[in-house]
């Protein structure tokens, strides 16, 4: 069984590392951000309008909102044999609830994808995005092939909310005095992996499948 986390900041590569290794196990790929962002789409909730609110100023989602839906979505038959979260834990209080839900069936691997701050700026404040489609380019890394408009669909990219400079900025800043505490917490109880994000996005999965080989 594969009982997985992915930490790191925000642009560090984890969904599309997540993609990847969920693939490669098959095994469900959890994140949060996902789900969220398909709550807000689909409905008028209370709990979409304010999950909406934190998201669009690159505040973290309130603990209780964070695990009502994440362990709802673990409950399902096909997390039996193992799943992936991408986006949870993103602080200690988090990190320490997760270990206690799981105290029967404990993570099997946490691991820190870890970039430079510079890049990450570059990687987030250059994505655009297909709404109706659900590609996710970078006019640095990885532009479409007309200017703002989707290879797939033709339509107009966006830049989301979460993507906007001031967003970025600040969604670093609560990583560092949120997230690096969750870091922390799984280094010093001995089962955290750091794998360098900087590489490409094959050789950062090869690492991260010697990892999982371990």
Known sequence: M????FIGPPGGGKGTQADMVCKFLN??????????RAMIKEG???LADMIRGYMSRGELVPDEAVVDVLFDRISKDDCQNGYLLDGFPRSLNQAKVLDAKLASAPLTHVILIDVDENQLIKRLTGRRTAVNSGKIYNIHFNPPKVEGKCDV???????RD???????TNRLKVYKDQTVAAVNYYKEKGVLTV??????IDEVFADIKEVLKS
Do not use: A, R
């Open 2 to 5: 594969y009982n997985i986390v």
């Open 27 to 36: 095994i469900p790929h959890i994140s949060t951000g996902d789900i969220f």
């Open 44 to 46: 008028k909730s209370e």
């Open 153 to 159: 669909s033709g339509e107009d990219l966006i830049i």
């Open 162 to 168: 979460d993507d906007k400079i001031e967003t970025v």
């Open 195 to 200: 794998i360098k994000g900087e590489k490409n």
